[in-house]
């Protein structure tokens, strides 16, 4: 069975508690859990910048390189939301854009990805953002009204907890069950005075179970479209954005946005 197309990041769906992956290429969407136990492959075929559709080489986030120091969709404010000022009205590289983005209600929240960590993200998104960071476990603390104000929170609990996903951690660590309430108790005289009223009232502590037949102990290779040009594997489970192959090695299908791929699967189970 084959199928091609521009790789974006694959798109989930929480089924109580199961995560089901779905993967679109050009007209077909590919529910990836039926994929495993089965060997797939995939193809280099060439780039698309998923900004400017130009078949430049991918810089970074699915972006050529010109996009990605250019484009809205890739300001600094993204990945350091305390620097966001559409709430000031001053522009970045779009202000109507920003806006649009910025000024919405945002989530910040405690996970659990094998460590654990504090993180921001619209609120829309939920609970994608835990999935895609491959969290067990999560928990919302704080609503703001803005991005600004969520990274001032993040900023300050950064300092006492990590706000970063270890991926090879997420991959191989059991998935151990912490009492993300009493991490919140202990965190709670950190935040700041100016966040403190977006507080949420319930706090519930939110399970996620990811598909995968067999856990792996060790990463032993991390592949790349740029270096292999042709991956293949039998697929053994699916966890954030990470596919996970037989052979203890993953690939980061969010590191391989903008890549054009065939993808050839064996209709067998192996």
């Given at each position: ?33 039926q994929l495993i136990h089965k060997k797939i492959r995939l193809e280099l075929q060439g780039y698309q910048c998923l900004n400017c559709d130009s078949d430049e080489t991918i810089f970074a986030q699915g972006f050529c390189k010109k996009c990605f120091f250019e484009s809205p969709k890739a300001g600094e404010w993204i990945m350091k939301p305390e620097l966001s000022k559409a709430h000031l009205g001053e522009e970045d590289r779009d202000l109507e854009f920003e806006k649009r983005m910025q000024l ?167």
């Amino acid at each position: 069975m084959l199928y091609s197309g521009i790789l974006k990041k694959m798109s989930t769906r929480l089924n109580a508690t199961e995560v089901n992956y779905y993967l679109e290429l050009e007209n077909d969407l590919i529910h990836l859990n039926q994929l495993i136990h089965k060997k797939i492959r995939l193809e280099l075929q060439g780039y698309q910048c998923l900004n400017c559709d130009s078949d430049e080489t991918i810089f970074a986030q699915g972006f050529c390189k010109k996009c990605f120091f250019e484009s809205p969709k890739a300001g600094e404010w993204i990945m350091k939301p305390e620097l966001s000022k559409a709430h000031l009205g001053e522009e970045d590289r779009d202000l109507e854009f920003e806006k649009r983005m910025q000024l919405q209600p945002h989530i910040v929240y405690l996970s659990n990805t094998g460590t654990l960590k504090v993180g921001i993200t619209r609120k829309k998104q939920l609970p994608t953002r835990w999935i895609d960071q491959g969290a067990h476990q999560a928990m919302a603390i704080l609503e703001t009204p803005n991005r600004y104000l969520a990274g001032v929170a993040e900023v300050a609990l950064k300092k006492h907890i990590s706000d970063r996903t270890n991926w090879r951690t997420m991959l191989t660590t059991s998935e151990n069950k912490e009492d993300l309430g009493e991490v919140f108790n202990s965190l709670q005289g950190y935040i700041p005075e100016e966040v403190k009223k977006c507080l949420i009232s319930e706090m519930n502590n939110v399970p996620i179970d990811f598909p995968y037949a067999t856990k792996i102990e060790k990463v032993l290779k991390s592949y790349s479209l740029k270096k292999d040009t042709n991956i293949e594997g039998v697929l053994i489970g699916i966890k954030g954005q990470y596919l996970i192959f037989k052979d203890s090695a993953v690939m980061n299908i969010r590191n391989h946005e903008g890549f054009r791929v065939g993808l050839n699967v064996k209709t067998l189970s192996i």
